[in-house]
């Protein structure tokens, strides 16, 4: 790469040479041998770009069906590295696929292993805080019977952000196809507790028993809101809400 020189700096492709701007400085470089999308298809040397193409692309496809099936817990979650976040790890999880050959592992292959389910049930949903911490108390999950339950549990354990009066517990069993990329979410009615509450123990489960046909993976989520003349307002933003994976199956 060369930079130019002359009154008039030159933009485009002139005798096999390409003249363009790199940060905001006028270079030169001989033409040719760059990532056109014909070469990236056929090139032996770029069999690599087009493996991580490919698997970028089904981490995108199984992310997307992800947020939408998880949309009943992050419907009012205003957080800009969620998107990012999320992608990096199914691409970890991708990673743990112990059986398919590069350029062609799935998230649904490495989400078997225990590597796989580590990531999946460590991944912190809603950054800096997780359900759990919002919440207080021990959580323990019976694959068994589809139900949670929080033992050892008082009002005061419950992180209330400001303004907040009310929490409220969700609690719900996804069934993920990643072949078909469908998702099932099936849901408790959700248990909404005042600052008042003297409970010190509950349990939640669907109010449809799940009907698994692909991984079934169970989440809790927490979300906060502040009374008003007898209504209820969701609090809005990071604050407001939070979402952990319990158990992948």
Not at 120 to 142: I, K
Not at 160 to 177: R, S
Request: charged share 20%; with cysteine.
């Amino acid at each position: 790469m060369a930079k130019q020189k002359g009154i008039l700096p030159l933009s485009g492709t002139l005798e096999g040479i390409n003249f363009y701007y790199r940060k905001g400085v006028p270079v030169a470089r001989k033409a040719g041998g760059g990532f056109t999308g014909k070469a990236i298809k056929n090139k032996p040397s770029m069999v690599r770009i087009r493996e991580n193409n490919t698997e970028f692309g089904d981490c995108a496809k199984v992310k997307k069906q992800l947020r939408l099936a998880l949309y009943p817990f992050l419907k009012d979650y205003k957080e800009t590295t969620l998107h990012g976040r999320l992608m990096r790890m199914l691409q970890e999880v991708k990673n743990c696929d112990p059986v398919s050959e590069r350029g062609q592992r799935k998230v649904g292959l490495g989400l078997q292993t225990p590597e796989g389910q580590k990531l999946f049930q460590d991944f912190a949903f809603t950054a800096p805080h997780s359900a759990a911490d919002l919440l207080g108390g021990v959580l323990a999950y019976d694959s068994a019977t589809f139900t949670l339950t929080v033992s050892d549990w008082t009002v005061q354990t419950v992180a209330f952000p400001a303004g907040a009066t009310h929490v409220e517990i969700l609690f719900g069993v996804l069934d993920f196809d990643f072949d078909r990329l469908t998702a099932s979410l099936q849901l408790s009615a959700p248990l909404v507790l005042a600052k008042t509450t003297t409970a010190t123990f509950f349990t939640l489960s669907p109010e449809t028993a799940p009907e698994l046909s692909g991984t079934p993976i169970a989440f809790v989520g927490v979300r906060f809101y502040e009374e008003v003349n007898g209504r209820l307002f969701g609090l809005k933003g990071v604050a407001g809400i939070g979402l952990d994976c319990l158990w992948v199956g």
